[in-house]
């Protein structure tokens, strides 16, 4: 897939896979919102972005927090007025314990992130596009990472 002048959200952004990846698609042309729950480390990625010649820009979104999804759909929309690839990297285990250690509020956790935050992504992006005249030039490209301990 050509990323050259597509605007790409990238969840999880702001460290590991997710921001090679950001770093990667903005190498490629691609303009990046570098989207994570901590913003100090999406700030740092986009820093490095724009250094190098690229263009990004940061956004704290909590992809479990359907306000703060609904948000970044929409931010992203109002500045570039078009969104064209997220990439939905964001994805947590349960504390880094094995499943037989793990509570069932560290599940509940895990869940709402690498679950209910790939339909929250869902769910807002297509809503905000049906919903403008955008929708034609919008394609989604979502990719999901889950890691698992036993």
């Not at 729950?37 to 820093?47: D, F, G, R, T, Y």
């Not at 490095?48 to 609904?70: H, L, P, Q, T």
Request: aromatic fraction near 8%; include cysteine.
């Amino acid at each position: 897939m050509d990323v050259k002048n597509k605007i790409v959200i990238v969840t999880g952004a702001g460290s590991g896979i997710g921001k090679a990846t950001s770093i990667h698609l903005a190498n490629h042309g691609a303009t990046v919102v570098v989207s994570d729950i901590n913003i100090e480390s999406a700030e740092k990625v986009v820093l490095e972005i724009n250094a190098s010649g690229g263009i990004a820009s940061a956004n704290k979104c909590n992809v479990a927090n359907f306000k703060e999804v609904e948000q970044l759909i929409h931010s992203t929309v109002q500045k570039y007025e078009r969104l064209d690839v997220i990439v939905n990297n964001a994805g947590i285990g349960p504390n880094l314990l094995r499943t037989h250690e793990a509570s069932l509020k560290d599940w509940d956790i895990v869940v709402a992130v690498n679950q209910t935050g790939v339909f929250l992504l869902y769910e807002s992006s297509i809503a905000t596009v049906l919903g403008s005249r955008i929708r034609k030039y919008c394609k989604y490209c979502f990719f999901s990472r889950f890691k698992g301990f036993t």
